[in-house]
């Protein structure tokens, strides 16, 4: 590299992320041609994760504080780079920021109705609804099944797969937990605390800690038979 172009090259001194719009969960910081350089900050606020990852690998992650960037806190980055500890010289890496603030008054419905066999009253076809929240506990997994390298991920973005994700799991737990109805409509706190540790493991599976569900009201009809002859 010449001198004039030296000159010219852009170099990152500090890097954050203020989180200026709502239902943002990860930011990509915006790199383009430009390189960190060495001793650059590092601020990751309250309800805040930054993680360094390079070529598709996941490095190191930092939780709220002020970093100051250098071999010593970024091991992992440092061995897939091959740097000598006393690195001097710019470096490249994807920086990702993950928002853990609790993303509340999420819905969840049933879209079509869930067939149980009631012991007291036959085949039922149960709808519910509902609200849940959410945040991300574990930028890994999130990051690896659901975020991937796009620029930003949004509660929206991840709406859909949740819902599904949700309807699947409660249809499984109904399908197979033989709960009277009268019981489920009677004690919906009771029904709900049921609901979420069913939830619970599938949401650790995205890197995302479920915190709060409750479970609406559930209206139950019978299930037509159709008559022979």
Known sequence: MSLIDFIHKQFI???????????????????????????????????????????????????????????????????????????QSPFKSDVYFFSQREQLDQKWGTAQPITVRD????????????????????????WKRLSGTVEKFTVASLEGQLRGMVMTQIAAYLGSAEIAFVDMAANQSKFSAQLKDVLTPAFKDYGLELRNFFSGKLVAARRATSASG
């Open 119 to 142: 012991k007291d009253y036959g085949p039922l076809r149960i709808r519910g609804f509902g609200t849940y929240s959410y945040c991300i506990s574990d930028p890994e997994p999130f």
């Open 13 to 87: 001194d500090v890097i954050e992320w203020t989180e200026s719009e709502p239902g943002l969960l990860v930011y990509r910081y915006p790199m383009q041609d430009k390189e960190i350089q060495t001793g650059a900050m590092l601020t990751v606020r309250e309800s805040q994760l930054a993680v360094f990852i390079n070529e598709g690998k996941f490095a190191d992650l930092f939780k709220p504080g002020l970093y100051k960037l250098t071999t010593q806190n970024l091991p992992l980055l440092t061995n897939l780079k091959n740097w000598d500890k006393l690195f």
